[in-house]
């Protein structure tokens, strides 16, 4: 959908309230900023995400409330009240309970609809903002019937631009979902990384890439998941107690020798994985990885980034795998996936390792 | 270590021999290939991993068993009366079980190195190998008290000509600690994963990067995997059986409405994944990271590197948050804490922004 140049007001300058004010910034939308905390504004106004929200501002079309999923329905009365805009929808990752308090305290649900980008990072605040965090995302709508046409369409295009794709659905049907595909599977991640949380030195120099897949969202911020788990409590509880029912079955199967339960499990786990529509989880997908083994000495890697100039290659992200002790790491290069040859082709050329 | 070109039997053609294989090929070993399967060894000699083993060849300098826990202590028998190699190794996932049954079997335990790479990948056979499958990874051995000192010098080499680095552990240590590390993760993805078998499209539709990294290594084949977890049973479901209980008891929690219980898996969690060495696991842990707000233009980060090497800190890591049109990127070093100040002081006398 084709949209004029907006007026938007973000509500929340982290992680997902700073992204969506840049992707809306990057096709020329007017973004005011707006957060508890006038550091993270600042923050969020300096990487280029709009502007402080001015004293006495006309309402604007849309408000982004970017807030825990408690804070969603007390911030939208203040915003309904102040008339800060014609247009409200939210992202938090909870969508019955903030709607349910939003009723009860008597907001306008006529121009408000709940959403939900499906997309996060494992660290927070406005510096880990990424405009592309959207890009070929899920992004849900939970229309209410009070939602009216205009409203519903408003937000559809407001997602659109941040280049997600909406997929309406009903609140309940909504929250049974994440706590199926993300809210459920957080807490697990959690509970395999709490193991590690005594394990000798030497299981942890034994950790290959599968405990860091398994583990990587464990490392997000615990006040805001435990605020998203408290707000879907029920549906979330249904699914891990259904994980630890099959652990436990495993377990004792283990014990005793058996091997049918755990062939079970593992055929059900590969079917359900199967089922997870798309690639197998190419986060960076937009960009192709070079790979390039690097001694462990200060000054390569700067050395690296000069190559990178000199071949005119712009690096979109570089992850170093490096243990310490280790005189080699691995180093994994995003770059847009018409550069990747002559990047490697540069490395190469000055004697760097670039494997495949 | 520095070691002339070897005579290399590799027995089992899967991703993990090929893969051996392909590495050794690449610095110029000979390489000689059995499987049972005669098509996997053609097509791995067709990928360039060697030849197929000669009738009545001499003893080669290594021989690398690249076969289940299950089958090591047999397929060792076999290769040791037919004096395949002077040497032994294997690579299997699981140590105590398979070196107990070697004993049993009455194989010569002098010239055998216990081994396992810890490395992988969901899909397995010859065509999924890759030369690169070990660079950077750890590479356990686990020689026993019988093992001579040239045997466990021939194997460290090998597995140093793979670009693995070695770790000698006990056996029993190593199977306490990949029960941690692998294969009780390996469960766990597996029973999150299995919730998806009945789950709704709109859930699937819904699913985000976490899931999918969650159960990533549930793909992986089962028919493996319940060898690998079979061998290695105890220290698996003690594992899993934690797991179970965490969750178990977290559910519980969210049911009754109290968050402290759930706050506390959250933490344990953060903790336990900051403790993983490398990438994932030392931004919030062993360093401390200093955030600097850079302009998106080619060398901007070489000057960033130079600051560093001029203010004698050596940088562990980096991240870059980078959006396409965003004007700045915000650049994420992380360095020894005692560094950080240091660091942030230059790069301020330098002219760039360091928040915080």
């Not at 992680?15 to 707006?34: F, P, Q």
């Not at 939210?90 to 980008?117: M, N, W, Y």
């Not at 997929?167 to 697990?188: F, K, Q, T």
């Amino acid at each position: 959908m084709i949209v004029e140049s907006r007026r938007v007001v973000v509500i929340g300058t982290g992680l997902i309230g700073t992204s969506v004010a840049l992707a809306l910034r990057g096709r020329g939308d007017e973004v005011w900023l707006a957060d508890r905390d006038a550091a993270s504004v600042r923050m969020a106004a300096e990487l280029g995400a709009g502007v402080p929200l001015p004293e006495n501002a006309g309402p604007a079309d849309i408000a982004v409330l970017a807030v825990p999923p408690a804070a969603v329905a007390a911030t939208l009365l203040d915003a309904q009240k102040r008339d800060l805009a014609r247009v409200y929808t939210d992202v938090a990752s909870v969508k019955s309970r903030p709607l349910r308090e939003a009723a009860e305290l008597g907001c306008d649900l006529t121009c408000f609809v709940a959403g939900h980008p499906l997309a996060g990072r494992e660290r927070s605040g406005p510096a880990a903002a990424r405009a592309d965090l959207f890009l070929g995302r899920p992004w849900a709508l939970c229309p209410t019937p009070e939602t009216t046409g205009p409203a519903l369409d408003a937000v559809t295009a407001l997602a659109e631009s941040c280049g997600a794709q909406t997929v309406v659905v009903g609140a309940d049907e909504h929250d049974r979902a994440v706590a199926l595909v993300s809210h459920g599977p957080h807490v697990a991640a959690a509970a395999v990384a709490a193991r590690l949380e005594a394990a000798p030195e030497v299981a942890l120099g034994l950790a290959g890439q599968g405990i860091r897949d398994v583990t990587r969202i464990a490392g997000s911020d615990p006040e805001l998941w435990i605020g998203i788990l408290s707000s879907n409590a029920a549906p979330v509880a249904d699914v891990i107690d259904a994980v630890a029912a099959d652990l436990a079955d495993t377990a004792a199967a283990l014990r005793e020798g058996g091997e049918t339960a755990v062939t079970e499990l593992l055929k059900r786990g590969g079917a359900g994985r199967r089922r997870l529509p798309g690639k197998h989880g190419d986060r960076a997908g937009t960009y192709a990885v070079v790979p390039v083994l690097i001694p462990d000495r200060p000054g390569e890697l700067a050395l690296l980034f000069q190559a990178a100039g000199v071949a005119g290659v712009n690096i979109e992200d570089v992850t170093i795998e490096h243990s310490p002790g280790r005189p080699v790491g691995v180093v994994e290069v995003s770059v847009m996936p018409a550069a990747a040859q002559r990047l490697a082709d540069e490395l190469r050329a000055r004697g760097w390792s670039v494997p495949g």
